[in-house]
Nanobody, 122 residues
Framework: QVQLVESGGGLVQAGGSLRLSCAAS????????MGWYRQAPGKQRELVAT???????NYEDSVKGRFTISRDNAKNTVYLQMNSLKPEDTAVYYC????????????????WGQGTQVTVSS
């Protein structure tokens, strides 16, 4: 009933920039918080950044000052602008949205995208 589709991943050199997008669609009544997570090989999935429906943001310490999360509520889309990329940023990046659906049972659930690969070379 709700789908998230990420785009914008790819291969960049250290110091470069990349902009990720994630668009939500389906039976959406409202979207609360949205966020970006990442998972590197052999590591647990970790939170990168979150943004509330009102625009308040929170970042993992290692990306503060380099990454910026934003959203366009009219488009049900969240973005992650990544600057000054480092090899340790290499991971699969996933977007997440907490959504209240507009059809029965009208409940709230977390939905995940399929992920997009970000590779930063040195």
């Amino acid at each position: 009933q709700v789908q998230l589709v990420e785009s914008g991943g790819g291969l960049v050199q250290a110091g470069g920039s990349l902009r990720l997008s994630c668009a939500a669609s389906g039976s959406i009544f409202s979207i609360n918080a949205m966020g970006w997570y990442r998972q590197a090989p052999g590591k647990q999935r970790e939170l990168v950044a979150t943004i509330t429906s009102g625009g308040s943001t929170n970042y993992e310490d290692s990306v503060k000052g380099r990454f910026t999360i934003s959203r366009d509520n009219a488009k049900n889309t969240v973005y992650l602008q990544m600057n000054s990329l480092k090899p340790e940023d290499t991971a699969v990046y996933y977007c997440k949205a907490n959504v209240r659906i507009r059809v029965f049972p009208f409940n709230e659930n977390d939905y995940w995208g399929q992920g997009t690969q970000v590779t930063v070379s040195s």
